[in-house]
């Protein structure tokens, strides 16, 4: 999807309130703005109906001052260019500047017997509240993760029209963007997300994200209000994704809260399965009450699983109160994952393994920093991204602590695709005063009892883990990055606060601790970051479950045209002499982080475009080559592995397996192909070829085929063998570096590794291009062209298959890129989700790529070019 497309759908957002049902709706369109300078009335005079709003401008809500500033065109985009330097930061203009009005007419009454309530999910940082005239703050709600849910009963208009106004006011202190992480530090002193002063791959937010951030929702009930449901699943022993299953155990509780001033009586209710389970309750005047219903044994249940070890099947629940009368009070509904996460000690890596209803899972994850820089989340994209992990092959999800509890959405996402997250609260060694640092504005000492309300994060802690506790997919807790909390913050949370409110997953108290991870090592322990030669990541042991490791991540050229400049499209120049690229100012400004050296074996990029064609073979091979280290060891060296990072909010040129416009890069295939549940591959080290089964199934008879292309296409083969392997694990098989170094000398040759079924059909595919003697890839420099042909099947509205044929004779048609164009503008059309992508397709074999995409007005076009393949651009149906 390109950003025209996003607009049209964030101005067709506007138009329209999202209805939840009868009884919610969201509060996201018509809202209005104004700068708290040209306002000189109180919110009692604001938030009434004959208060004149000429002047007042358009607001985006969910949103924040700067996207409010961006659709009214008073900045330009952040994300592009240099533009982000040229809006005012918030630190040189004073906080006044970026404190908004912001005002919403709403119709609704109350009935006899019903309640309406107003819902904020999300405020950066303070604000006051005020309804057809009347303060419903009685002093500033504050904190950045803290809901706030207000009785608007008694102050709705008779007449049904009624006016909110709600006055935001920043961070403060809002922190001295100075290059440094987080800044100057001071932002930490909030409970807020840090890294809007700026990071390592972010320049600073100008205003510090300041707003009516998530979703505004107004909720009718009747005299009761249920909120805060909380459901555990309970899955005891060793289970496997198939077959019957034992029981599980469903325990359900919810906080029942009665507004009225006469006592309330009535039922509980969920359904699940078809099976019902009640209790009656009473709920004394004007207060709340937490409900535990009866446990439920759910006989041979559906198990969820994390992605590539079984399926994700969700229940739906239906949690409601009724009165004494029979009226339904309030209902929630919720999907239900059926599932128990384990941890236990592997003394051999010295290190945590996950279990999943009873089974050990390895960790492949990546770390996830936010969806937007500038907060503006919405299910579709959450989906898109969510999927691209999961079509990565990954597993897990860590949300890093310099940013924020992601939205609900995001972890339906995660439900849906199976991937588990590891949830860090609101901290980092950076700014929370780990290290000396000469950028920070206080001392170690100082910043070490960051934030300044302590009460605040807690109670926010409180909040935020009612909020997304009932996710399958939430696994993991952890107290901050590379940092322990406060102990007067960590020690209740860990020990009472999630007990009493979740109690059934892992607390870490922070993202390399040694009760994840024994730093065996010494130092910090993580990484390595940035390139590294690929043998690296199969014989350098390192922490041995790594929450942050990672390399480089710049798209093609069609992704750099996006947010960079025709005038700044020059590709960086690396000097081996000098250790150093010169390097365009505005790609210095997107945090590029070099490739170093790892051009010369290709030969050194003539242009931008010629630069990112190149750049993704590194890609590929960094990220591959990293998980398949990583699984050549795991349960002897490694539990897991997360790599840092797999996608940027901001249009950062570093650490992504797409770009923010959801455009993937050859980083996504690369982990797509070395992170497969069951998987063939070569060990640069030893010249072992090996499989790794991430899966719970035994896979036997296997055909084992190994053979070496030249770059005319000749192949030999150097041993064909039926294998076997175990559940969950990885073994050595074939050596065959000798051969393999001897017809690679000249020229380099291609590596093809597979694994077959007994109906010759692949299982698992690998090829690799290898250097001659000298380490350049010579061949490759001069590959004769492969006359690929080109069919397209359309499969149904949203779905396309694409073969591609290479004729016998021919060389290796290598790396060939997939993309699907508007017809038009022949552009590519974003998000496309592809089963696979840069393929290569050896002499006289095809192989076949399904596109998922959503359908267009006009039919669009495939796009396939390759290393030695020249674009061809066919119509869907030819």
Partial sequence: MNRLSYRLIAFLCLLRCVVYGQTNYELNSGWQCRPIAQVKEAGTTISNLS???????????????????????????????????????????????????????????????????????????SCDVFLNGHKLTD?????????????????????GKNRLA?????????????????GDGTIARNVAHQYVAGWDWIQPIRDRNTGIWDKVIVEKTGAVQLKNPHVVTLVPGKRHPDGPQQPATIRVSAELENPTATKQTGTLTYTLDGRTVTKSVNINARSSVTVDLPALTLTNPKLWWPHGYGQQPLYPMTIQFKTASGTTSDVEKLLVGVREIQTEWNSTTRSRQILVNGQKVFIKGGNWIISDAMLRFSPERYDAEIRFHRDMNLNLLRIWGGALSERPEFYQ??????????????????????????MKKDDQWARRKYPDDHTLFLTSAIDQIKMIRNHASLAMWCGGNEITLPQDIMTPLRDTILPRLDGTRWFIDYSNSDDMSFNFLGGNGDGPYGIQPVRKFWEYRTWPFNSEVGSVGVGDYESLERFLPKENLVAPQYSADRKRAKVDS????????????????????TDARDFGRKAQLVNYDQYRGLMEGFSAHMWDWYTGTIIWKTQNPWTALRGQMYDYYLDPNACLYGLHNGSEPLHIMFNPVDSMVMVANNTFSYHRDMMMVIKVYDMAGKDSTLTQVFSEIGPTLVRPYVPIGRTVRSLARDKGAFLSLKLLDLDKKPISENLYWLPDANGTYSGLQQMAKAPVQISTRLVSIEKLEVTLTNPAGSPVAFFNRLSLLDPQTKKRLLPVFYSDNYVSVLPGEKKTVVIDYTPTANSPLVSVEGWNVPEQTVSIGK
């Fill in 166 to 182: 709600v006055i935001v006011y920043p961070p403060d202190p809002v922190g001295n963007p100075n290059g440094g992480q987080g």
């Fill in 139 to 159: 002093k500033p709600h504050t904190g950045m993760f803290l809901r706030k849910t207000f009785n608007i009963t008694p102050f709705l208009q008779k007449g």
């Fill in 413 to 438: 996402s995660c439900d849906k695709y199976g991937l588990l997250v590891m949830q860090d609260f609101w901290g980092s060694g950076d700014c929370n005063g780990r290290w000396v640092d000469p």
């Fill in 586 to 605: 505005v790609w210095d400004y997107h945090k590029y982080i070099g490739y170093d050296g790892a051009f010369a074996p290709y030969g050194e990029a």
């Fill in 51 to 125: 208060y004149s709003l000429t002047n007042w401008q358009p607001a985006v809500v969910p949103g924040t001052v700067l996207t409010t500033m961006l659709a009214n065109k008073q900045i330009a985009d952040p994300f592009y260019g240099m533009n982000n330097k040229h809006i005012p930061d918030i630190y040189q203009t004073g906080r006044d500047y970026y404190t908004y009005w912001f005002v919403k007419e709403f119709t609704e009454n109350a009935n006899a017997g019903e309640q309406v309530w107003l819902n904020f999910r999300g405020i950066n940082y």
